[in-house]
């Protein structure tokens, strides 16, 4: 991946990946194309990058498209059956769509690799 301008700081972000923020970056829209085009050239040269597809999601899912999410999250399972992340992800964009039965079946899974992870367990019980 390419970085644009001068790291400055790592924002936080409610995801597991980091945001930055970047001196000199004045369009934050050019920014974001700039992310998006290169996590799509990460995946045109390896498939299988389970952290560019999440972004990807993640993408998705701030630009409102659930179904794009869903799409990328299958990706990351089919890739990794056990990444419980993608599966809880794609479990709550399920949830959204109507979904409940796919819901609590990739939860469930989640769970079941990561019987720790107390968002998994929130998320189920809802």
């Keep these: 991946l ?3 301008g001068a790291l400055t700081k790592v924002v936080p972000s ?4 980091v945001r930055f923020a970047l001196d000199g970056e004045a369009d934050s829209s050019s920014l974001l194309s700039g992310f998006k085009s290169d996590f799509k050239n990460a995946i ?3 498939s299988c990058n389970i952290r560019a597809l999440l972004q990807i999601a993640a993408e998705f899912l701030d630009s409102g498209d659930l179904e794009g999410a869903s799409d990328m999250y299958t990706k990351v399972i ?3 059956a056990t990444n419980a992340q993608a599966l809880s992800n794609r479990a709550v964009v399920f949830s959204s769509l109507g979904r409940i039965k796919e819901a609590r079946q990739d939860f469930k899974k989640a769970a079941e690799i990561n019987p720790n992870d107390t968002n998994v367990l929130l998320n189920w019980a809802c």
């Design 2 to 4: 390419t970085m644009r």
């Design 14 to 17: 409610s995801r597991t990946s």
């Design 44 to 46: 045109s040269s390896d």
């Design 78 to 80: 089919d890739v990794d």
